[in-house]
């Protein structure tokens, strides 16, 4: 399966989404520079990994249609 970069993506962060070692991630990427990646750079991803994982809302985690408490807001991240 083929992988496009997005902004702020790395090879850890992508590893973890799908689930696959980053030593796995770079044995298919062979001429990937980890350290000089692009947005829309296209990598491999090996088709046992080819679906990201899914992660559980735990109980504590506010849905969007729920406001979230005041004393309980995240601080605000900015998005390159």
């Known amino acids: 399966m083929t992988y496009t970069m997005q902004s ?8 973890e989404k799908y689930n696959i070692p980053v030593e796995e991630l770079l ?11 692009y947005v829309g750079q296209q990598i ?7 679906y990201p994982l899914v ?6 985690e506010f ?10 807001m995240p601080p605000h991240n900015v998005v390159q």
């Not at 702020?8 to 590893?15: L, N, Q, V």
């Not at 491999?44 to 080819?50: G, K, L």
């Open 8 to 15: 702020g993506d790395t090879f850890d962060s992508i590893a």
């Open 27 to 37: 044995r298919v990427n062979p001429g990937v520079n980890p350290y000089d990646l």
């Open 44 to 50: 491999e991803i090996p088709s046992r990994y080819r």
């Open 55 to 60: 992660r559980e809302r735990r109980s504590h």
């Open 63 to 72: 849905l969007p249609s729920q406001p979230m408490p005041p004393q309980s």
